[in-house]
């Protein structure tokens, strides 16, 4: 078991989960709602609230309503694992979540007000100054449920289940509250940090989407490193959709010679040929643009005529695009890039996010 001392401490390495296709079968599980925010773990300390982010950097600067809430709510001696969000009416808003990392401190201030974000508490690391990571995780669950019985928001604590068919309803209803799928946890397992020692099981679809460029892989110039999506809207503007990147190397290779005849003036008749000079930045996200995200990675892109589709396996939409990268599933020689819409993809019922919290009460 980790000493006082340094499970009081950042950095602690979160712990992290595979991908599954299913919710597993079998008894033993914890069944929790995944949430789509930022991952964070909470050190309250005496007079003092410290939030690391999952790649182990301070979070607090960032969200000071946020370090405020924690340090009037939560117990001193305790570290919590859990997920920052930031909702509104419509269910959560990741989008507004990303602009509150900023590096101005008086928009930082702003947003605070604007769009002040909330903590939902998943796991339990140390309580009363030590450290209970050598528990199974139904017992450090009690432990956080009488934690945190009375607190209030910002602070929550997300619903949990041990019954599957209750778990496949979550996965199905809590989407349209903006929730990422649900996360099976074993219910004798310690905590690990840095290991993969739960599952997450995400939302699966597949849509037709335009190849309208790519990016190089790494500093190469002869494999793919992703591929640039687009969708076709009401008014028949190709959008930029999002990207497609985890290949082979053989892949990277094949597709760079598969493309190379599409780049011939590409940009000549491009629907993104603006792009090509505006600066990162701009109001619209840009195959091309910088972001706080990026950090100082090269997203110069190569534009392709926009003659090709495949078909990719995606999650949700976060607003007009995928919130995560998609998974390249096969090119559609049968598909032409004019049927490639967004009326394709599916839509997802509304749900209300206050009742994704009372759904885990008895």
């Known amino acids: 078991m980790a000493t006082t001392s340094t499970v009081l401490s950042p950095p ?88 509150r990392l900023h590096p101005a401190a008086s928009r930082v201030a702003r ?11 998943f ?46 309803d979550w996965l199905v209803r809590f989407e349209g509250a903006g929730l990422d799928g649900v996360m099976a946890k074993p219910a004798d397992a310690p905590y690990q940090p840095g290991k993969r020692a739960m599952f997450k099981i995400k939302h699966a679809r597949t849509a037709d989407c335009v190849v309208a460029g790519f990016r190089w892989y790494k500093e190469t110039r002869d494999a793919v490193g992703s591929l640039l999506l687009g969708l076709y809207n009401d008014a028949g503007v190709l959008q930029h959709v999002g990207v497609t990147s985890a290949f082979t190397m053989e892949m990277r290779r094949q597709l760079a010679d598969e493309l190379e ?64 990268a998609t998974q390249f599933l096969r090119w559609r020689e049968d598909k032409q890039p004019a049927d490639c819409r967004y009326d394709q993809l599916e839509v997802t019922t509304p749900f209300e996010l206050a009742r994704v919290f009372g759904a885990g009460k008895k």
């Not at 773990?41 to 790649?55: C, H, L, Y």
């Not at 947003?111 to 508490?121: D, G, K, R, V």
Request: aromatic fraction near 8%.
């Open 12 to 99: 602690i390495e979160p712990m992290l989960a595979k991908v599954a296709d299913e919710l597993p079968n079998g008894e033993g599980f914890l069944f929790e709602p995944k949430w789509d925010g930022f991952r964070a773990i909470v050190f309250r300390k005496a007079g003092e609230v410290v939030i690391q982010s999952r790649d182990l950097r301070p979070l607090d600067r960032y969200f000071p309503e946020l370090a405020k809430a924690l340090g009037e709510l939560l117990p001193r001696g305790c570290v919590i694992d859990g997920e920052i969000v930031v909702a509104t009416g419509g269910g959560l808003d990741f989008d507004a979540l990303q602009q």
């Open 111 to 121: 947003l605070a007000q604007e769009t002040p974000a909330s903590f939902i508490a």
């Open 123 to 168: 796991d339990l690391i140390a309580a009363g100054g030590k450290s209970v990571m050598a528990l199974p995780q139904s017992e450090r669950r009690t432990r956080l449920e009488q934690l945190l019985g009375s607190v209030r928001p910002p602070v929550y604590l997300t619903p949990m289940t041990q019954d599957r068919a209750t778990a496949a």
């Open 261 to 324: 005849h599409l780049r011939k003036n590409a940009m000549q008749d491009h629907p993104w040929k603006d792009w090509a000079t505006a600066a990162a930045g701009d109001a619209d996200r840009m195959p091309g643009a910088k972001s706080r995200w990026s950090a100082g990675k090269d997203l110069s892109w190569e534009p392709v005529r926009p003659e090709r589709v495949c078909e990719v396996k995606y999650d949700h939409l976060q607003g007009d695009r995928f919130r995560h």
